[in-house]
């Protein structure tokens, strides 16, 4: 049994696609988002639609009782809320880091899709990156 299957035994089904559907598209478009926290010109409108993806997660995530994702989400609201404070672009070492976070936010994804058990958050998102080095 995995983890759609434990969600549709526990929650609407139209709640699950729901959350499905607006997670792949959250997912689609978060390393893009990264990416452009390295650009002057774009840093402002990628870290504020950084901020709510991560936020959304975690709220829906909380709500469909899926503490891997609410545990990981929160700590990446965490960190943009420091860099939409510093206010400038983002050094190489944290986009590597937001980079792997979003990789891990597709497994998850595939998970879903595959009905697998949900993969263990890897150690190495779990530190985070010097984040005023520039």
């Not at 609201?77 to 400038?88: T, Y």
């Not at 979003?102 to 058990?117: G, I, P, V, Y």
Request: with cysteine; proline share 2%.
């Amino acid at each position: 049994m995995g983890i759609r299957n434990d969600l549709e035994n526990n929650f609407d089904f139209e709640i699950i696609d729901e959350f499905l559907d607006h997670y792949s598209m959250m997912v689609e478009i978060m390393e893009p988002l990264i990416v452009d926290l390295g650009n002057t010109d774009r840093f402002h409108r990628s870290i504020e639609e950084l901020f709510r993806i991560f936020h959304n997660i975690k709220s829906a995530s909380g709500y469909l009782q899926i503490a891997p994702m609410v545990r990981l989400a929160t700590l990446v609201e965490d960190a943009l809320e420091q860099l939409r404070v510093c206010d400038q672009v983002v050094n190489e070492e944290t986009i590597t880091w937001l980079i792997n976070v979003s990789d891990m936010f597709t497994q998850w994804q595939e998970d879903f899709k595959m009905d697998n058990e949900l993969s263990k958050i890897h150690f190495s998102l779990l530190i985070l990156p010097d984040m005023e080095k520039a």
